[in-house]
């Protein structure tokens, strides 16, 4: 089991740049697969983007090609590095392990653009 400690979110501006991280409570080398997931008010839990073990990436659409996940296995750490925010990206961002035996999220970090 692990424990995950998302940071890094803010209040800013459409255009700028956030970095989120997710810093767990012992080594993630093991674990295949973390994701960052994003739920605004009302509406459903997506996914924002993953990377499993290995490095291997993945990205919902609406955030492709703005949003870079990557992970430091040294630091215990996943990023999301996000650009060019829109408003559309405000929601709490939660960071999420799956490994062969449990699952765990993180408490949730706010990104709040604003236009």
């Known amino acids: 089991q692990v424990q995950l400690v998302e940071s890094g979110g803010g209040y800013v501006q459409a255009g700028d740049s956030l970095r989120l991280s997710c810093a767990a409570s012992?080594?993630?080398?093991?674990?295949?697969?973390m994701g960052w997931y994003r739920q605004a008010p009302g509406k459903e839990r997506e996914l924002v983007a993953h990377?499993?073990?290995?490095?291997?990436?993945n990205y919902a659409d609406s955030v492709k090609g703005r949003f870079t996940i990557s992970r430091d296995n040294a630091k215990n750490t996943v990023y999301l590095q996000m650009n060019s925010l829109k408003p559309e990206d405000t929601a709490v961002y939660y960071c999420y392990v799956y490994a062969n035996d449990y699952s765990s999220w993180g408490q949730g970090t706010q990104v709040t653009v604003s236009s």
């Open positions: 990377i499993i073990r290995g490095g291997s990436t």
């Open positions: 012992r080594s993630i080398f093991s674990i295949n697969y």
